[in-house]
């Protein structure tokens, strides 16, 4: 029988963790932009909000930029209010996260910008830590789900005792870790919100600006004083001893680690062996334990990921030991391999003896092998970027951040630097390749989400100054890659109530593109149609930017809108070897040189303009030169069975389509979503649909 009082507890991963200390420490605004490892944040406010009775206002902004002017304009009127995002989008946003420090705020704000150190699912490995130092915003470090959790209470206290934005710097192992909690009770604020006038704060010009930053200084020099004196936020697991030759400050998922790590190694933190400091505040740097630490060791070990900003900003670095001196590694995740190695290096420098017992210090089990990242079975994504490549193959191939990532297995990505950077990098790259050669296509793919956070910019600027390429939205109405979040097409909010759904072909409209289609990529023949015809007009005399939007459900979102008429296929035999035929007398050759690229045997040689000799001997029947070619000089038949040529398996890439040792292609039924896309792509009918086949 339950009691009444009996405590709620529940298994969080990190990012439910900090929803849920949000909820707990009454936030009343949330926004976000999803993005890996932060996106179950701003859910997990929606999801416990729901205890409330007045429930936190949720929205997924279209960037972070906007994600933390909303957070941050609600802290002016006293709400407390919270903004996430990973590491790379606090880029996005720095312009306001700059200017928020020193106008400050009135209701409690929390910036959450989650680190992925490694990294496994970003661009750069960048730490979020170094940012709040360029920034002058206190941060906050915690080292497992439950200490996100517990610091967020900290964090609105600290943000509205000094009127300042305070970060929280979770890790991946933070925001995906997974710890059994108490959970406490929602708390209402209640709080009316309301805007003090006061333009000489809220719109400074440069001149107060000036007056602001020195406030500023002092007010950090008060938070630098303040932290030094809290001890939940300076623990230290092992205390300073006389003479000590090792002392460890640490912060983060570093520090949780070398506690476990030491007492594997027979040292247990808990023995006062070796002085242990872990603070969760990296800036201000709480100077007075720091200080006391480094004192009294002969050298202190930092550990911390990703930059050394601990190491940076503590006194007396010639005494440290970390990624200056090289004890620790420069770049990467300190995994519990890295910094068993790190430690032991470290121990042993020192004369530390440590009673290890035999075998391996605490590693990761043995992981399956690694599977390379691809699209969905049944994905539209792979029949755009599949159709590219036929329609225009000799084109370059701009590409950005999500899903379309992954189109690089297919050999249709060809750039990806950041969001929106498709569209700007296909304006450069147009003007210069055309400038030279004249009629390199170039063809751009996007998201429909990355389009609404930063391919709008780019759009404007292309149209403007008259650059010529072709633009594909492949637009499947949700933020796939990052967990399926709502995009301002789909109509609906951030808790799931109908929202005013954004029209993505007006929009473009809007930006001053002359010519739109949209169409449906599974129908490639006629995509293949289309992307000529854009390529033509572009190129012509009254030529601009070109776009495609290409609809198509999200496989993995709503399959059977995706696969609206599944279509089983099989794989037909294997075909009798026959040679290649070159008959320049039937058709002329185009001397594109595409036969001698793709010819994985390299039976294939230009011997001049338009001559082509094949080595028969090489030569494995594969048609896979038949395949490309566009005039029909190179001559094989149709096979009617699998001739193990590798065009499904490589310009299609879908995981369904298994590939035996000599190349020969069967249905792997575990994967197949019966799209029956592939049946299309295998020109010999070798894959045909189950009933016809038979």
């Not at 739109?516 to 572009?538: F, H, N, S, V």
């Amino acid at each position: 029988m339950g009691s009444k009082n009996k405590v709620r507890k529940e298994i969080l991963m990190g990012n439910q963790a900090l929803g849920r200390g949000l909820v707990e420490n009454g936030v009343a605004v949330m926004t976000a932009y999803p993005g890996t490892p932060s996106s179950e944040i701003l859910p997990s406010v929606v999801q416990y909000g729901a205890e409330m009775q007045s429930q936190p206002y949720c929205e997924w902004s279209v960037n972070e930029k906007v994600a933390v002017e909303v957070a941050l304009s609600a802290a002016y009127t006293g709400q407390r209010s919270a903004v996430a995002m990973k590491m790379v989008g606090l880029n996005v946003a720095l312009d306001p996260v700059m200017s928020s420090a020193y106008i400050g705020v009135i209701g409690g704000m929390i910036l959450i910008s989650a680190d992925d150190p490694g990294p496994h699912s970003s661009q750069t490995e960048q730490d979020s830590r170094l940012l709040a130092h360029f920034a002058k915003l206190p941060v906050l470090d915690p080292d497992s789900p439950a200490m996100a959790r517990d610091l967020v209470g900290p964090a609105f206290a600290l943000s509205e005792r000094f009127q300042i934005p305070v970060m929280i710097r979770p890790t991946l192992r933070v925001c995906h870790g997974r710890q059994n909690l108490n959970l406490r009770t929602p708390k209402e604020l209640e709080r009316v919100p309301g805007f003090p006038r006061d333009p000489f704060r809220w719109a400074a010009i440069p001149k107060m600006r000036l007056a602001l930053h020195h406030a500023l200084n002092a007010k950090l020099a008060k938070i630098q004083d303040y932290l030094s004196k809290s001890k939940s936020l300076n623990q230290w697991h092992a205390p300073l001893r006389p003479r000590a030759p090792l002392g460890i400050l640490a912060s983060g998922v570093s520090a949780a680690l070398a506690r476990d790590l030491l007492a594997e190694m027979g040292l247990p933190v808990g023995e006062g062996k070796v002085p242990f400091l872990q603070t969760a505040a990296p800036y201000p740097l709480p100077i007075g334990p720091v200080s006391e630490l480094i004192a009294g060791c002969r050298n202190v070990l930092v550990l911390e990921e990703t930059e050394p900003v601990l190491e940076l900003l503590a006194p007396n670095r010639d005494k440290l030991w970390g990624r200056g001196s090289g004890h620790v590694p420069s770049a990467g995740e300190l995994t519990p391999e890295v910094l068993g190695g790190v430690l032991e290096r470290a121990l042993g420098e020192a004369k530390l003896k440590a009673a290890r017992p035999k075998g391996k210090v605490l590693s990761v089990p043995d992981q399956p092998p690694m599977r390379r990242p691809n699209l969905c079975p049944g994905c539209s994504h792979r029949a755009v970027f599949y159709s590219l490549r036929r329609a225009l193959p000799t084109g370059v191939y701009p590409s950005d951040i999500g899903c379309y990532t992954l189109g690089m297995n297919q050999g249709a990505v060809d750039t990806c630097h950041d969001m929106g950077a498709a569209v700007t990098f296909a304006s450069a790259l147009s003007r210069g390749l055309n400038q030279a050669d004249k009629d390199t296509p170039v063809v751009a793919t996007i998201g429909d989400s990355t389009f609404f956070h930063s391919g709008i910019t780019g759009l404007v600027n292309a149209v403007y100054n008259g650059h010529r390429f072709v633009l594909v939205i492949l637009d499947n109405e949700t933020t796939s890659m990052t967990g399926m979040q709502p995009t301002p097409e789909s109509g609906l909010t951030a808790d799931g109530h109908p929202g005013n759904a954004v029209d993505i072909k007006k929009l473009v409209e809007g930006c001053g593109v002359r010519w739109i289609t949209e169409l449906d990529p599974y129908q490639m023949g006629d995509l293949q149609k289309t992307l000529k015809k854009a390529w033509r007009w572009c190129k012509g005399p009254e030529g601009s930017v070109a776009v495609i939007i290409a609809r198509h459900a999200c496989a993995a979102q709503r399959p059977r809108d995706a696969v609206a008429s599944p279509c089983k296929v099989e794989v037909k035999g294997q075909a009798a070897p026959v040679k290649t035929s070159f008959r320049p007398q039937d058709n002329p050759c185009a001397d594109c040189g595409r036969c001698v690229a793709v010819c994985p045997a390299g039976a294939l040689t230009r011997t001049g303009k338009g001559k082509i000799k094949v080595d028969e001997a090489k030569c494995t029947g594969c048609r896979l030169c038949a395949e490309v070619c566009p005039t029909g000089t190179m001559v094989l038949e149709p096979a009617g069975a699998c001739v193990a040529c590798g065009l499904c398996s490589t310009w299609f890439a879908c995981p369904a389509l298994a590939k035996d040792a000599e190349g020969y292609i069967s249905i792997d039924r575990g994967w197949c979503v019966d799209c029956g896309l592939c049946a299309e792509v295998c020109a010999h009918g070798a894959i045909a649909p189950l009933e016809e086949s038979k």
